[in-house]
């Protein structure tokens, strides 16, 4: 198991094309069984790191797991890779074998927060969107209602 924030990912990714080691970059982080990726759509990817996001979902297609979370639907994620089309090609091979669960309510940190009697705009509900696609299963969506 392997993970870490998106926009590193990404940075990673950026960097090792830059240097001449992306493809070391890619096999390492096609090695783990499970590959978790967290924070995605935080903050858009600039379109290179768009690109070569592709290529590692592509190389781990039906080949690893690749969790997923995200304050943004899938729906947004056009934005989130700057391309249309890269989002789509990205989520195609998510999807295909992937379970979707769909949160909504506040974020832990902002609960807590709320119980300790801190109020105002900051609490609005959020929704995350955490997407496990495995090499093997079914594609089903889940939303739990805020609290």
């Not at 729906?75 to 999807?95: C, K, T």
């Not at 609490?123 to 209602?145: F, S």
Request: aromatic share 6%.
């Amino acid at each position: 198991m392997a993970g870490g924030g998106a926009g590193a990912l990404g940075g990673s990714l950026v960097k090792g094309q830059q240097q001449g080691t992306l493809e070391a970059r890619l096999a390492q982080y096609s090695k783990p069984k499970l590959l978790i990726i967290d924070e995605l759509g935080y903050l858009p990817l600039e379109p290179q790191a768009g690109h070569l996001f592709f290529q590692l979902i592509s190389r781990r297609y039906e080949q690893g797991s690749v969790l997923i979370s995200s304050n943004r639907p899938v729906e947004e994620w056009d934005e989130v890779f700057g391309d249309q089309v890269v989002a789509a090609a990205i989520l195609d091979r998510l999807m295909h074998h992937s379970h979707v669960v769909t949160i909504r309510g506040d974020s832990y940190r902002l609960r807590e927060k709320r119980r300790a009697g801190l109020r105002g705009n900051c609490l609005q509900h959020r929704q995350r969107t955490t997407t496990n696609a495995t090499h093997h299963g079914t594609h089903e969506q889940q939303e739990t209602p805020p609290p």
